[in-house]
């Protein structure tokens, strides 16, 4: 079976650019986590959507900063405008909520490097 | 003060050798701890939940102590494949808001 899958695996982008990171999450999952990574702040959880609603953003750390969830596979996470303080992993997670497990299922990420 | 914290490490260790590590919590009621696992470039993944009994998973072991909130992971007979990051990961209260610790780092040596 395909695991949650993530594009771009690496992006490199200019200061003030928008960019844009996707993640197809595992087919039958009903909830979506939007994480990002970096060596001085860790694992940090921006977005948790759940039957494609978003429940909680507020770890989105600003404004520049949106995600969607048009339908059950599919979700963006946007940068506009980036800035080099948003270098870091971005990873997509999912779930099927309701499980005992504590299982989260994450893509393999989108390194983002704004110069 | 942070929700989950842990010793960065690293920690290195001997082929063969055994390490333990552990993580504490802020918030006392949480309900559910876990140990992932990330290697070095990759996604974390889970390694196991930690239950009030504790509980093992071959080489693994994890333990919960709740009133001194914190959990241990311990690795026995360690292998050079057990080099990773291990994260401890709380859950407060809903399902949606998994707290992850920053990692402790473990380096497995010939």
């Known amino acids: 079976d395909a695991g949650v899958i993530q594009s771009p695996r690496h992006e490199v982008t200019e200061m003030g650019q928008e960019v844009t990171l996707r993640c197809k999450p595992i087919?039958?999952?009903?909830?979506l986590f939007w994480y990002r990574q970096t060596m001085m702040r860790g694992l940090e959880l921006l977005i948790y959507?759940?039957?494609?609603?978003?429940?909680?953003d507020s770890g989105m750390p600003e404004d520049r900063f949106s995600a969607k969830m048009p339908n059950a596979s599919f979700s963006t996470l946007k940068i506009q405008p980036s800035e080099p303080r948003d270098s870091a992993v971005y990873f997509c997670?999912?779930?099927?909520?309701?499980?005992?497990?504590?299982?989260?299922?994450f893509g393999e990420g989108s390194r983002l490097t704004v110069l | 003060r942070k929700e989950v914290e842990q010793d960065p490490g690293p920690f290195n260790v001997p082929e063969g050798a055994t390490v333990a590590f552990n993580c504490t919590y802020s918030?006392?009621?949480?309900?559910?701890f876990f140990w992932y696992r990330q290697d070095c470039r990759k996604e974390p993944k889970l390694l196991m939940s930690?239950?009030?009994s504790g509980n093992e998973d071959g080489r693994f072991t994890a333990q919960l102590n709740r009133a001194s909130q914190y959990i241990s992971l311990l690795i026995r007979d360690s292998k050079l494949s057990d080099s990773a990051t291990y994260l401890c990961?709380?859950?407060?209260?809903?399902?949606?808001?998994?707290?992850f610790g920053a990692g402790t780092q473990v380096v497995v040596t010939p």
């Open positions: 997670a999912s779930s099927f909520e309701g499980m005992d497990t504590g299982e989260l299922f």
């Open positions: 087919s039958g999952h009903n909830s």
């Open positions: 959507f759940n039957n494609n609603v978003p429940i909680d």
């Open positions: 918030n006392s009621a949480s309900q559910s």
């Open positions: 930690v239950y009030s």
């Open positions: 990961v709380v859950n407060p209260d809903s399902w949606g808001k998994l707290q």
